[in-house]
């Protein structure tokens, strides 16, 4: 959005008009993310929907934020929506899946309860 366009709709912004506050989302999603407008509405209301890892339910009473738009940091291609937890959880792991492997293995060892 340009400068011009948000001193142009700056009372609609501040008073949190819910379509125009939807379009600046899926506008930001389609250019961060370079998929079209179509793809980006569908991964926008996705993102009020659930997690695709954990599956749990977004409920705004509980969460601050819509869902994340979750992408490879390689190749930029979008894999999903997932929940703020499941999203971080996975960045931990993205580059080392030796790593997330050990962890498994170490979960699944008798000796720890």
Known sequence: MSRKEYE??????????????????????????????????????????????????WDPEIHKTRFCVDHCHTTGKVRGILCFRCNVELGLYENSKHKFNLFTRYLNEDNNG
């Open 8 to 57: 142009r709709n700056r009372s609609k912004i501040r008073n949190k008009d819910p379509k125009y506050k939807e379009q600046l989302s899926i506008s930001f999603i389609a250019r961060t993310y370079n998929v079209d407008k179509e793809t980006a509405k569908d991964l926008y209301l996705r993102s009020m929907k659930s997690c695709d890892i954990c599956d749990i339910e």
